[in-house]
């Protein structure tokens, strides 16, 4: 059946890229619920079976391989998430520049073989961060790194595309996130793990403002969107403005170790922006999508998950 017809008969077949990421595999839930029938793509182990979910494996950065993926999947959506984010390494790694032609061999591939509506992600990190409130079409774009530079770039040869074959499409832009299997050297799941082991959970003075979003409701955010007609480029984020020490200290009060924070032990970076929030009104009134999860909600499911990943590989529930 082609993707016309499909569209016709109600079906919608969704391409998940970056489907066992941090975000991804937080994507499959709300897109099965949304009626989507998902193609999910691994780039090795096959994840345990789940209803509504087909995986495939690919290489994405492989030379043809996103034409391929498409033209056997025939998907009428695309939600495109992959890419490198290796703390550390990810701000000034040339896998940046990989990962721009590759997504856009798979948005003209998408396009060529029929797809109807796509969504890519993108991040804060686009945004000169210079101005702290980050709003669509206003605030400038001035990446400092290289990792934001892709992204900005990718956006805009995305968006320009799109408009020009008629492509459905949007671009988001996620800021700070945090949830169960986030990687462990970032912040929340770093001072977490300390907490548990009973070290000292050490930061810088965490006065830096900050954007942070449970990454559950960023994938019901992202879906959201791309269950919509909304084109351009969207916020996915909370709004709320946030300190990294009210972050830090309501860690500390969860955990019950609060005596082992130590904040202003690391030093912050030189070039530290204060200020970094989005302005989500757009997001609101053009698909109806707010962020619903508290902070205090989030990191407890977030203390809960570390705790049950803890239990099952000791045998020790340490609370």
Avoid at 144 to 157: N, P, R, V
Avoid at 162 to 170: E, I, M
Avoid at 213 to 224: I, K, Q, T
Wanted: aromatic share 8%.
């Amino acid at each position: 059946m082609s993707n016309e017809s499909q569209a016709a008969a109600g079906g919608r077949r969704v391409l998940l890229t970056g489907a066992t990421g941090f975000i991804g595999r937080n994507c499959i839930a709300p897109l099965v619920s949304r009626g989507f029938e998902v193609i999910a793509v691994c780039n090795s182990r096959t994840p345990d079976t789940i209803e509504g979910v087909r995986w495939v494996q690919a290489d994405l950065l492989a030379a043809g391989a996103s034409r391929r993926l498409i033209e056997q999947t025939r998907p009428t959506h695309l939600l495109h998430l992959a890419w490198y984010v290796e703390p550390g390494k990810m701000i000034t790694s040339p896998d940046n520049l990989a990962w721009v032609c590759a997504s856009l061999e798979m948005l003209r591939a998408f396009h060529e073989a029929g797809g109807q509506r796509c969504v890519f992600g993108g991040s804060c990190y686009e945004y000169d961060w210079r101005h702290g409130y980050c709003v669509e079409g206003l605030t400038p774009l001035t990446p400092d790194t290289l990792y934001g530079a892709a992204k900005a770039g990718l956006a805009q040869a995305m968006q320009g595309y799109c408009a020009s074959v008629g492509l459905s499409g949007a671009w988001s832009r996620l800021f700070f996130l945090y949830g169960p299997h986030e990687n462990p050297r970032r912040l929340v799941p770093s001072v977490l793990l300390s907490l548990l082991d009973g070290k000292e959970a050490l930061s810088s003075h965490g006065l830096q403002i900050r954007d942070y979003m449970h990454v559950r409701d960023a994938a019901e955010g992202l879906v959201a969107l791309l269950d919509s007609t909304a084109r351009g480029v969207y916020n996915v984020a909370s709004g709320a403005a946030l300190t990294i020490r009210e972050i830090v200290e309501a860690l500390g009060e969860l955990t019950g170790r609060s005596d082992l924070l130590r904040l202003g032990a690391l030093p912050a970076r030189a070039n530290d922006a204060p200020l970094v929030v989005a302005d989500v009104q757009a997001a609101r009134r053009d698909f109806g999508w707010n962020a619903a999860i508290g902070l205090h909600e989030g990191l407890r499911d977030t203390l809960d998950w570390w705790r049950a990943q803890r239990a099952a590989t000791t045998g020790i529930d340490k609370r």
